[in-house]
Every structure is written in C-alpha cells, then in structure tokens.
T-cell receptor, first 110, second 114 residues
Framework: GQNIDQPTEMTATEGAIVQINCTYQTSGFNGLFWYQQHAGEAPTFLSYNVLDGLEEKGRFSSFLSRSKGYSYLLLKELQMKDSASYLCAVRDKNDYKLSFGAGTTVTVRA | EAGVTQSPTHLIKTRGQQATLRCSPISGHTSVYWYQQALGLGLQFLLWYDEGEERNRGNFPPRFSGRQFPNYSSELNVNALELEDSALYLC?????????????FGPGTRLTVL
C-alpha cells in the first residue's frame, strides 16, 4: 500500500515561489505524479517523475528522491490562476494504481 | 483530440436506489480508472479496467462494481446507495499499462444521494 503526506494549505503572494512537499511510503514505487485541481473541476496533469532529480516544465518543476521517499513541486512566478489544490500521487509498480495524497490548497494573494 | 467524457454531469438519487455512471476514454486508451472524491477528502481509487478486464479494485464494498465494454468505454454501478456515497466520481484513462504513464481525467459525475 501507499501512505502519502502533503501539507493541507499554503498561502503565497503573486510573483513569489512556493514549494509543496510530498512524502510517501510505498511497497512498490513506479512513479510519482503531480496534478492540479481547481475547485469543481477535474485534476489536470502537471508532472511525472520516476527517476531521481528535477524535472522542469515552464514555471513548474518537480523533484524526486526515491531513497528518501520525497518529492516537491515548485511553482515559480505565482499567478492568481495558480490558486488551486495540488495533488501528489504515487503509482504502484504491481498494479499501476495511483494513490493520491489529500491535496495541498494553494492560495495566491495579490 | 477529444478528452475523457463522463455522463451524466449530475445525478440525484435516493437511499437504496442504484446509480449508473458512464465514461468514454480518450481514443486509443485501453485503461480506465474510477475514483471517488468525497467533499474535503482526497481521491480514493475505486476500480481499474484494462482491455476489458477488471485489474484491481480499491477498498470499497462489493455494491460498487463496473465493467468495460469492447470499445473501452466503462460503466460504474453503485447499488443500494447510501448517503455517504455522495461524491464526485472521476474517470481517468491512459494508454495500456505497458506504455502509458499519465492518466487523463474526465470532468466527473457529481452524485448526490438524498
């Protein structure tokens, strides 16, 4: 099974940087995903890490350390539209099931 | 390219009734996943279908069931509805497990049980 922890809420100002941490415990790791979910909408894919290191995609970057069971999502140059819930999800290598954390609600203030 | 579609958008039922939710994956995707997202809670994995077969299910009672059709669309059935079944039900699809990494989500069906 999976045990995934991420902070409940974070607040930051427009133009700033926010780092959302995610720690996990898993019996079989096959990748870590970050999704963005605006209120009342479906999650949308942000990033995927399966090897250690940093993956950069525009204003968003994601980091993975498999030995530490740790990942973070970095949001740079925050915009008001980045206010959303950010979900960390770990995929099991045996059944390809995604297990999601409870999500981190990020509020961007002017 | 059309995304994952789900129907209906909203569904209102009473306790004890049965609900049927439908999902059409992205063309070419053979895997379909169902998740439940209750208010204030994270996504909980319900079921996974791949190439017509149930591959895995989450920790939900047997009254949650489903199937996948030859065209890879899928149906989720919830029998003997209970108030706590009220939630957003999300369907996601991906290329088959041998090639796919990302799951693409549909807009969801909001089920309300009165």
């Amino acid at each position: 099974g999976q045990n995934i922890d991420q902070p409940t809420e974070m607040t930051a100002t427009e133009g700033a940087i926010v780092q959302i941490n995610c720690t996990y415990q898993t019996s079989g790791f096959n990748g870590l995903f970050w999704y963005q979910q605006h209120a009342g909408e479906a999650p949308t894919f942000l990033s995927y890490n399966v090897l250690d290191g940093l993956e950069e995609k525009g204003r968003f970057s994601s980091f993975l350390s498999r030995s530490k069971g740790y990942s973070y999502l970095l949001l740079k140059e925050l915009q008001m539209k980045d206010s959303a819930s950010y979900l960390c999800a770990v995929r099991d290598k045996n059944d390809y099931k995604l297990s999601f954390g409870a999500g981190t609600t990020v509020t961007v203030r002017a | 390219e059309a995304g994952v579609t789900q129907s209906p958008t909203h569904l209102i039922k009473t306790r004890g009734q049965q609900a049927t939710l439908r999902c059409s994956p992205i063309s070419g995707h053979t895997s379909v996943y169902w998740y439940q997202q209750a208010l204030g809670l994270g996504l909980q994995f319900l079921l996974w279908y791949d190439e017509g077969e149930e591959r895995n299910r989450g920790n939900f009672p047997p009254r949650f069931s489903g199937r996948q059709f030859p065209n890879y669309s899928s149906e989720l059935n919830v029998n003997a509805l209970e108030l706590e079944d009220s939630a957003l039900y999300l369907c996601a699809s991906s290329l088959n497990k041998r090639r796919g990494n990302e799951q693409f989500f549909g807009p969801g069906t909001r089920l309300t049980v009165l």
